[in-house]
Structure formats: C-alpha cells, structure tokens
C-alpha cells in the first residue's frame, strides 16, 4: 500500500528534543505534515507545510516544533523541541493531493484522497 513513511520516533525526557522524518516520495502532496493521538484521546493536528512552504501549527507547538521539507519535496520533518509529557502519542505524517495550503490542511485534515502514514511513537518522561 502506498502510504508516506514515518521515522525518528522515541523516548525523551521533558526539556529534551527529537527529530522525526517523512518519507512522502511515494504520494502526490500538495501539502504535508503531522497529526498526533495521545492515548486515550482524539487526534489532533500538530503542524503542516503548504505547496508554496508556507507553514501552520497548533497553538500547543507554537515556538516549539518546526516543519519542514527537503528541496525535492520526498523528506518532510518535524523537529520537536523543549518537549513536554503532553506532546507524548503517535505521531503521523499525512499529505493531501488537493489542498494547497498549510492553515487547509490543519483545519481540514487530509480529504478522502489524502494518504496517513502508520505512525511512529513519541514518549516524553517527566
């Protein structure tokens, strides 16, 4: 099944950093970017990245993560920083083919052709 392809996950103490990775060259994405679910939880947007690198994220992230992608457009990244025990959960790369911008995409949630990838864990200590 063609799906994007997450990596970097892990475990982390609070204050620390870690760098997840999005293999997405096998999907068509106008935009891209990550969703979390705590357990327990429903799933949220966490950031995203338009077509023209415009970017959006969730006030909970702000000043903390940063999305981005390579120039090709097949690697998209989140890097967390300053993490805290609440930013714990599955955390999952998506692309939609049609909606082009970054705040869409985080309103929206990828359509009914857009792709989820299967989810790398992220686990912050206090």
């Known amino acids: 099944q063609v799906q994007p392809v997450e990596s970097g996950g892990g475990s982390v103490q609070a204050g620390g950093s870690l760098r997840l990775s999005c293999d997405v060259s096998?999907?068509?994405?106008?935009?891209a970017g990550w969703f979390r679910q705590a357990e327990g939880k429903e799933r949220e947007a966490v950031a995203t990245?338009?077509?023209?690198?415009?970017?959006s994220y969730s006030d909970s992230v702000t000043g903390r993560f940063t999305v981005s992608r390579n120039d090709a457009k097949t690697t998209l990244y989140l890097q967390m920083d300053s993490l805290k025990p609440e930013d714990s959960g599955m955390y999952y790369c998506?692309?939609?083919?049609?909606?082009?911008?970054?705040?869409?995409?985080?309103?929206?949630?990828?359509?009914?052709?857009?792709?989820w990838g299967q989810g790398t864990r992220v686990s912050v200590s206090a």
């Open positions: 998506v692309a939609d083919p049609g909606l082009a911008k970054a705040r869409e995409l985080l309103i929206l949630s990828p359509g009914p052709h857009g792709w």
């Open positions: 990245i338009g077509m023209a690198g415009d970017t």
């Open positions: 096998k999907v068509i994405a106008a935009s």
